[in-house]
């Protein structure tokens, strides 16, 4: 499994600001790359913490499967259900 982090936006990015390590993080999550994301094999999201308040990590799981096939794009009121 592919792993990507996204840390908390700041002036300066991180890295090369490609997502593949937490020093190479995505800017924000507005910078997640979710072709990348999507491509290939299954991939998970580490969603870093401020660096300014708790530590850690938070995993997050995202199923591109249901969007992908869809019958009908989702409007912006729509969301996904759980499954």
Do not use: H, I, K
Request: charged residues 20%; proline residues 10%.
């Amino acid at each position: 499994m592919r792993t990507y982090y996204v840390r908390p936006r700041c002036d300066g990015g991180y890295g090369a600001g490609d997502g593949t390590s937490y020093e190479n993080a995505w800017n924000g999550v507005e910078a997640v790359d979710w072709r990348a994301m999507a491509a290939g094999e299954p991939a998970q999201l580490w969603v870093c913490g401020d660096p300014q308040g708790p530590g850690g990590f938070m995993t997050v799981f995202v199923e591109m499967s249901y969007l992908e096939s869809s019958p009908r794009p989702l409007s912006r009121r729509e969301s996904p259900q759980p499954v």
